[in-house]
């Protein structure tokens, strides 16, 4: 099984700032990497999939990158609304798999 | 719109069963693979079972192998996931979502419906 270490656990932050996730797989799994965020008490929703596509509806201020083992998650600047959980998820090779998941918290 | 409802969930003892159903509606049920994916309590994601558009591909996580069946009726909109010999920690709640595309992400995803395993 593919094992998803995202990191930090935890981010602390202003709105406005800018920041970064992190996404390794413990083996390469190409371009087939999502992000979704989930917000307490809703479904997760899908923002990138295959590494660096923006789903429906997704702001530009969010967008992906990476390939292989490692990943990354960008918000260009923190709106209100984006302080959520935020899980990777692969599916290169059943089973299918997800992160645990960065926390992204105001400060 | 896209819009997928579950039902079913609610408390159940060690050993039982429980059907879950998730309506779907607002795109063509019958051109879509569709899954489960749960969540316990104050925890992560967890992918549970898939089946293909048509029904006849199905794959299951290890968790859920032998115990769980998924299935679909594409003539009504349907996704069920039956749950048998339940276990305290099969307790979370369960989500419907589509496949983007075969083995594709999860682009739509429920409300969700909470089972609770629990004598």
């Known amino acids: 099984e593919v094992v998803l270490t995202q990191s930090p656990a935890t981010l602390s932050l202003s709105p406005g700032e800018g920041t970064t996730l992190s996404c390794r797989a413990s083996?390469?799994?190409?371009?087939?990497l999502a992000w979704y965020q989930q917000k307490p008490g809703q479904a997760p929703r899908l923002l990138i999939y295959?590494?660096?596509n923006r789903a429906t509806g997704i702001p530009a201020r969010f967008s992906g990158s990476g390939s292989g083992t490692d990943f990354t998650l960008t918000i260009s600047s923190l709106e209100p609304e984006d302080f959520a959980v935020y899980y990777c998820?692969?599916?290169?090779?059943?089973?299918?798999?997800f992160g645990q998941g960065t926390k992204v918290e105001i400060k | 719109e896209v819009q997928l409802l579950e039902s079913g969930g609610g408390l159940v003892q060690p050993g039982g069963s429980l059907r879950l159903s998730c309506a779907a509606s607002?795109?063509?049920?019958?051109?879509?693979?569709m899954s489960w994916v749960r969540q316990a309590p104050g925890k992560g994601l967890e992918w549970v079972s898939t089946?293909?558009?048509?029904?006849?591909?199905?794959y299951y996580a290890d968790s859920g192998k032998g115990r769980f069946t998924i299935s679909r009726d594409n003539s009504k909109n349907t996704l069920d996931l039956q749950l048998n010999s339940l276990r305290a920690e099969d307790t979370a709640i369960y989500y419907c979502?589509?496949?983007?595309?075969?083995?594709?992400?999860?682009?739509?995803w429920g409300q969700g419906t909470l089972v609770t395993v629990s004598s």
């Open positions: 295959d590494a660096s």
């Open positions: 089946i293909s558009n048509s029904g006849s591909n199905t």
């Open positions: 607002g795109f063509t049920f019958s051109s879509y693979a």
């Open positions: 083996q390469s799994v190409s371009s087939y």
């Open positions: 998820q692969q599916r290169r090779i059943w089973p299918r798999t």
């Open positions: 979502a589509r496949d983007r595309t075969w083995e594709g992400p999860f682009d739509y």
